[in-house]
């Protein structure tokens, strides 16, 4: 299972973006995923009219590595690591390690 997946709120915890907040839009590899505002380069861009694609300089958000993120907790409005619980039925869920809580409600 994976500690972070899509559709999650993170945060960023290290490097040039420390502090924003942000949505995963998509997961790249095993090691990295593509945040909502996060990591964002100016691409220069040709036009294709073939996709209708106008040129110009355009804004990307690039791959962030997993270990520059954690999850943000709405309960303590802060970044907070990632545990695995099982529950009575079988099922595995991931949880807060600050309060216990469960990530998907």
Do not use: C, W, Y
């Amino acid at each position: 299972m994976q500690r972070i997946k899509k559709g999650d709120e993170v945060v960023v915890i290290s490097g040039r973006d420390k502090g924003k907040r942000g949505t995963v839009l998509r997961r790249v590899d095993d090691a990295h995923v593509v945040v909502e505002g996060v990591n964002r380069v100016k691409k220069h861009q040709r036009p294709n009219p073939m996709k209708n694609q106008t040129g110009g300089i355009v804004d990307k958000d690039m791959p962030i590595h997993i270990s520059n993120i954690a999850l943000f907790n709405p309960a303590t409005k802060k970044a907070d690591r990632v545990g695995f619980k099982l529950l009575g039925d079988g099922r595995k869920v991931r949880v807060f390690r600050s309060n216990g809580e469960q990530v998907d409600a």
